[in-house]
């Protein structure tokens, strides 16, 4: 079930990640290329991907939703996995100091 009111802050985180959205070099293009099979080159992908104003955006919407799959801001899933495993090992080495 829909929940129908939101907070200003729900709105807004909404609005943000929709926003990023719309101003992004992937914006029309076929879905499926960033989305390779397994072993398929993902070098197409990240070429959209380079240059985008939006990218950093589009990465930490990834990592935040744990997104296991294809290119997200020009990374692969491999990519973002270190990515995560840096930034658990720097939050571990902050909480133990």
């Given amino acids: 079930m829909h929940q129908i009111y939101e907070t200003s802050a ?12 719309q101003g992004a070099n992937c914006l029309g293009v076929d879905p499926d290329l ?7 080159s993902t070098r197409e992908a990240k070429e959209v991907c380079r240059g985008c ?15 296991k799959f294809g290119i997200w801001g020009g990374l692969s899933e491999r990519e973002r996995r ?16």
Avoid: H
């Fill in 10 to 21: 729900e709105a807004q985180s909404d609005f943000d990640e929709q926003g990023w959205q």
């Fill in 34 to 40: 960033f989305f390779p099979e397994r072993g398929a």
């Fill in 53 to 67: 104003v939006v990218r950093e955006d589009c990465l930490e919407f990834a990592l935040r939703n744990g997104e």
């Fill in 82 to 97: 270190r990515i995560r495993r840096q930034r658990a090992q720097a939050a571990r080495t902050i909480m133990g100091a």
